[in-house]
């Protein structure tokens, strides 16, 4: 069963974080040929609680797609490139998630292979969500975000919650933990 692997790190000095920056150029492309990986995205975050226009340059994301959990564990362990992030984050998490539904296209791809079976309701969910945003509607998302993420700070079934994008302010990417179902919804 395709899983999906979220990496998030969080670099702490100045070196560490000029060096992360940096893996946004250099990681990309060996990250992509890491062997089992079908899909890749590196991305940054935002400040504050979660979406946020200025840049968060002490958080970083990795997202990898992998045809089985098996194959993600394995590539997770053996990748010079992520053992890197590691060794120079200050704190790092991954998660691991396979998909129950997906809709759209990332880069003209359909790259997650909704699992047959449901879910139980009362398990963990995670929410990835991607946009690509228009010149036209930016002012508007962003004006938006402050009372979106207020909105959020009470809801007690939420678990974690990042706010990445692939290229600043255009091509933004959520992504949370809920502790049910009913609570996402």
């Given at each position: ?16 974080k000029l ?11 060996p ?5 089992g990986?079908?899909?890749?995205k ?5 400040t504050g609680?979660?979406f946020?226009p200025?840049?968060n340059?002490g958080v ?5 797609i992998w045809?089985s ?12 490139v ?5 060794k120079?984050a200050a704190?790092?998490l ?19 292979d ?25 002012y508007?998302?962003?004006?938006s975000v ?8 009470d ?7 990042l706010?990445?994008?692939e290229?600043?302010w255009v ?15």
């Open positions: 069963m395709q899983t999906t692997t979220i990496s998030c790190f969080r670099f702490e000095s100045v070196a560490a060096w992360a920056f940096s893996q946004m150029q250099f990681a990309r492309g990250l992509a040929r890491t062997p990986v079908l899909f890749c590196l991305m940054g975050s935002g609680e979660s946020h200025i840049p340059f970083y994301a990795v997202l990898l045809p959990m098996a194959d993600a564990r394995k590539g997770l362990a053996d990748s010079t992520l053992a890197n992030y590691r120079n704190e790092h991954t998660v691991y998630l396979q998909t129950q539904s997906a809709w759209g296209l990332w880069d003209g791809l359909a790259p997650f909704p699992n047959d079976t449901d879910a139980p309701e009362t398990r963990p969910i995670g929410v990835l969500t991607r946009a690509t945003l228009r010149k036209g509607n930016l508007e998302f962003w004006k402050p009372s979106v993420s207020d909105s959020l700070k809801e007690p079934g939420l678990i974690f919650k706010g990445m994008g290229i600043p091509q933004q990417v959520t992504f949370s933990i809920w502790r049910d179902a009913k609570d996402m919804r």
